[in-house]
């Protein structure tokens, strides 16, 4: 079954459908965050001072006013804790030897962050799959994710994150998939680099369920990106961030052990009045053979 509506309108109702409830929350100062002007500092959480440090305290983000903002991207794993409700849609154009035409996603991610130093999640989504040589297919799926904040400086930041997904049995998955990552935000600032940010994470894959003979079973992800911060955080257009995403996908197991898929994902983001961050940007394929021919992502955050 096709889905009855046009992807552009779906993106827009579900950026609207999480908007609204927030709007009038938008038009109110921000909560007062570390290192505001009469908040006194926070201790830096490191290694050192991992069970010690941050547990008992409430969450809010650091500033960096004058450096590259800490945020989340497109596809790098972040490596800050959150408080926020997140949207994330996709459309991807396969390439003609897919037996799909083209597929469609929306994903709704809600995180938590009771102290400073843990993070948790709950996410659902919907996926569409326009058939060109089998029946089209829809359906659902859910999950969860914690985060663990290991260190939290000016200028550096470090995770680790879980995830664990439940499989979409409406268009024909049968395994959970569970992950863990280490993920890390460096601001280039202080080397020169004004208001650039490097982005990376690795990330191990493993596949929980009824799996062919010889089918894969892991994979690991890894990702650089780079992002230039372009405006203040009080201009018009907060933020305004131009990056470029390098992103990588390696078999571990099963008959294409070894095999690496690379994608570049050029793209912007901005925030408006302080809780609000529009995302996008495309994935294009850069190894062969293309898995498919780009992505379109469009991203919607509300920040509380």
């Known amino acids: 079954m096709k889905p009855k509506h046009p992807f552009a309108v779906r993106i827009l109702a579900s950026a609207c459908l999480v908007a609204i409830p927030f709007a ?5 100062a921000p909560a007062p965050i570390v290192g505001a002007p009469g908040q006194p500092d926070r201790a830096d959480l490191t290694l050192e001072n991992l069970f010690g440090t941050g547990w008992d305290e409430p969450w809010s983000k650091r500033p960096h006013p004058d450096g590259a903002p800490d945020m989340t991207l ?8 959150l408080y926020s409700l997140r949207t994330d849609t ?3 154009r396969t390439t003609s030897a897919n037996r799909d ?10 995180e938590f962050s009771p102290n400073r130093r843990l993070m948790l999640g709950a996410f659902g989504n919907f996926e569409w799959m326009d058939g060109r040589t089998r029946p089209d297919r829809e359906g659902g799926g859910y999950g969860a994710l914690a985060r663990l904040q290991l260190i939290d400086l000016k200028d550096a930041s470090y995770a680790f994150n879980l995830r664990a997904a439940a499989p979409n049995e409406g268009i024909g998955e049968r395994q959970t998939v569970t992950s863990f990552a280490l993920a890390g935000w460096h601001d280039l600032t202080p080397l020169g680099l004004h208001r650039i940010g490097l982005y990376w994470h690795l990330q191990e894959e493993t596949w929980i ?8 079973r892991n994979d690991l992800t890894y990702d650089l990106t780079l992002a230039k911060t372009w405006t203040s955080p009080t201009s018009r257009l907060e933020n305004f961030t131009t990056f470029v995403e390098a992103f990588s996908k390696t ?14 994902t050029p793209g912007f983001r901005f925030n408006l009045h302080h809780h609000h961050v529009i995302m996008t940007g495309v994935d294009l394929p850069v190894t ?10 469009v991203t919607y955050i509300y920040s509380f």
Do not use: K, M
Request: aromatic letters at 10%; a positive charge; charged letters at 15%.
């Open 288 to 297: 062969a053979p293309r898995p498919f021919e780009q992505i379109l992502r």
């Open 24 to 28: 009038w929350a938008g038009s109110a």
């Open 101 to 110: 035409r083209q597929i469609q996603f929306v994903n709704q991610l809600f």
């Open 251 to 264: 078999d571990l197991d099963g008959p294409n052990r070894g095999h690496a898929v690379v994608t570049l």
């Open 74 to 81: 497109l596809r790098v794993q972040s490596n800050l804790l």
């Open 209 to 216: 369920g009824p799996t062919p003979a010889g089918g894969r």
């Open 90 to 92: 996709f459309f991807e």
